[in-house]
């Protein structure tokens, strides 16, 4: 499905992805963690070659991104879904109007573009909030309009870059769960980079840990599930008094 | 019922004030449009081509930069004088109010182009990734993203460009371009008409204030961020 082959980035002369190698399978939910500047989040980019390898070939879904022109990269990019840490959606359009744009951008036919919006949204639980703007939202809101975003092309392959690294436990459990849906129920492939082992562990199958711009080990995993982390005040003073006893 | 008296100055002068205001809408209108149709493109190649953007180009950047640049080292008196010779091959003569929106829309190019490449550069960089990431050319990036983002900030800078290039049309006379400005020094400033001086200076500040008044009311209502 994705396959890199001695793929190497330098900025400005810093050599930060040093010639590596991955291969990712169909349906997989793929992990990559590091410590922070390994380079996960421009191993990602290289996937949609957001950033241009200077050597190696990259490969996604049968296409060699490597080889195509600008305008053939474009369009396999529209098969290729991407959400980011700070979710980048559009401040100044509706939630709707969020999904709607990547529609359009991927040419879909005109009459069925709102239909499909709705759906996404729907999918994500977050058809009453289409006339809402992004400020209007939760962080986890946000990065659910994101995703249905990413989904509105029926992407083959979801590439994820800390998705979950600015949202409460619980948030990020939610966002979790859409995301091994979205794999389960569409078949859709998805790259997670995180910084978090709870997260890689919870629904990752195969992961790569990275040190300095290399590959340290790829390997399988069984996923652990998801916890469902109460958010309740309850809940939470309860938690703090478990690690030691209140004062006064 | 009570009827406020028009001062005597504004009514003997009627013909002549309407003149002066008519040119002054001529000269600051083509300046808008100069600003908008030529400025805006030039302002969002500042912004695209410069280092460290999507669409990095440093040739590009680098003749578009230092033409704006040179463009506003000039005392805007002077520029108008420099461009003489180019405004006659233009419009055939280098006097009159049409001749004076020669040079009056070069600077509105060079004024507003800066105050877009600002407005864009405060588009947060991951939106411009994320319509990449979705495939979108240049043109949709710029029209679909950048504009829709930036669009309180292009607003608002347009607003303080158009307050700009009133103050510039005031000088106008100098090559016969007429205006408010021009209406004041010669009637107010060089008969000692002090007081119709002062009427003009209260029509160009309440002018002002309502071009601004707008262009605040406009952008704020456009802006969701
Ligand atoms: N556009 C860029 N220009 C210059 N240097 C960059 C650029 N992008 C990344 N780097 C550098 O490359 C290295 C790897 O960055 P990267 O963002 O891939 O790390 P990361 O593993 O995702 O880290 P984090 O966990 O902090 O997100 C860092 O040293 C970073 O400073
Ligand atoms: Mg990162």
Redesign the pocket.
Known sequence: MISLHNVSKS??G?P??QSISLSIAQGDIHGII????????????LINLL?TPDSGTVEVSGHKLTALTNKQLRQTRKSIGMIFQHFNLVANKTVYENVLVALELAKYPKGERRKRALECLRFVGLEHFQTKYPAQLSGGQKQRVAIARALANHPNVLLC??PTSSLDPHTTAEILTVLTDINQRLGVTIVL?S?EMKVIKSICNRVTV?TE?TVHDTFSITPKGIQETESSAGHLVEQLMDDGDRDA | MTVIAMPEVLIQYQAEIWQAIGETFIMVGVSILAAILIGLPVGTVLFICRR?QAFENQTVFSVVNLFVNVIRSFPFLLLVVFLIPFTRLLIGTAIGTAAATVPLSIIAIAHYSRLVEQALLDVPKGVMEAAISMGASMKEVIIKFLYVEARSGLVLGLTTSIISFISYSTIMGVVGGGGIGDFAIRYGYQQFKTDLMVYMIVIMIILVQLIQFTGTSVSRWIDKR
Do not use: C, Q, Y
């Not at chain 1, 590091?34 to 980019?45: E, I, P, V």
């Open positions: 900025f400005s810093v930060v992805i590091g410590a922070s500047g390994a380079g996960k989040s421009t191993l990602l980019r950033e870059d800390e980079v910084h990275m711009g | 460290g």
